[in-house]
């Protein structure tokens, strides 16, 4: 089955010259936008992280870091995945105070990924943490938090409809919150992708909430590493994508694990020896902040917003042969 998928009569609508100037539009407003809602600043994020610190973020457990020696500096770099570890710390060493956080523009190289329309081997996000109080570790302030994220996204759209007449795309701004047990309990008979668009159908803008843990029919709905999100407190921002037809995932995001949810899950996913390591042994000593974050895909979004079918469009990776050649037969340009 071909992992290209290229709807009937799909026309991107700006030109390449138009196009490269509302991706730069997007990257500037929402940023002002998230960082207004959510008291954030901006620093410098690193590319790559030593291997040996247990701060890259493992995501599924089975994809592979791209890995260098550096032998001037004795160490063993890995590229990192995200930078899901990375920002607590950085709350930590960069004394943010209550109530603020911090944003970074995060690029990645996930080797293993499996590319197409939606995914590339190049990540590039938004990748954001905010310090809070142990009081705030609630779903209330979790749906909360959402809110002022697609806020800021429906703003951003708005925006760039005003500078670009020829986009049409309008996302909801009321959000529809369900567990990822509730869509399993509604859709037994369906894929996790295939139940997230069918409830993205009914409702074009959703947060799936608590990804990570078992689900009552012995699967889980998606993978999420232990030792960043606490499973019962994270989910992910989910539109309807009109240009697809079907849901399409705009944000990872969740309340940090405590030490008591870190044991738990560590636990659970059968890795309890990183409880050795740096980053975990501070987290159990209660040396780091409470707190919540995520990633807002950067590509993601640009998609969304300009109506893209290709993620190719908007952001520059490497394709296999058939993606390029399927692209250029249908007068699709991958930049």
Request: charge should be negative; include cysteine; hydrophobic fraction near 40%.
């Amino acid at each position: 089955m071909s992992k290209l998928t290229i709807p009937s009569g799909y026309r991107m609508p700006l030109t390449n010259n138009e196009l490269q100037r509302a991706i730069e539009l997007i990257h500037a407003d929402f940023q002002h936008n998230l960082t207004v809602r959510l008291n954030l600043h901006r620093v410098s994020a690193p590319l790559f992280v030593d291997g040996r610190t247990g701060l890259n973020d493992d995501l599924n457990g089975v994809e592979r870091p791209v890995s260098f020696d550096i032998p001037d500096v004795g160490a063993q770099g890995q590229v990192v995945h995200s930078l899901a570890k990375w920002k607590r710390l950085a709350l930590k060493r960069y004394e943010f105070k209550l109530g603020t956080g911090l944003y970074t523009d995060m690029n990645a190289i996930r080797r293993d990924e499996t590319v197409d329309n939606l995914h590339s081997i190049y990540v590039d996000q938004w990748d954001w943490e905010k310090h809070i109080d142990v009081r705030n570790r609630t779903v209330q302030y979790l749906k909360d938090t959402v809110q002022d994220i697609v806020g800021a996204i429906c703003d951003t759209a708005s925006a760039l409809r005003n500078h670009f007449p020829a986009l049409s795309f309008r996302p909801e701004r009321d959000v529809f919150f369900i567990t990822t047990q509730e869509l399993e309990d509604r859709w037994p008979e369906l894929s996790p992708a295939e139940r997230e668009t069918e409830i993205c159908r009914e409702h074009p803008t959703v947060f799936l909430m608590q990804i990570g843990g078992v689900l009552h029919s012995g699967a889980r709905h998606d993978g999420r590493a232990p030792d960043y999100d606490d499973w019962t407190l994270n989910g992910d921002i989910l539109m309807w994508n009109p240009v697809l037809e079907r849901a399409f995932e705009v944000s990872s995001m969740g309340v940090r694990v405590d030490a008591a949810a870190l044991k738990r899950q560590l636990k659970a996913a059968g890795c309890e020896e990183r409880r050795e390591l740096p980053f975990h042994q501070m987290l159990l000593k209660g040396e780091l902040p409470q707190s919540i974050g995520g990633g807002i895909g950067m590509s993601r979004l640009c998609m969304l917003l300009l109506g893209a079918c290709h993620i190719g469009e908007v952001q520059a990776s490497l394709w296999d042969e058939e993606t390029v050649k399927g692209c250029e037969a249908a007068g699709i340009t991958l930049l």
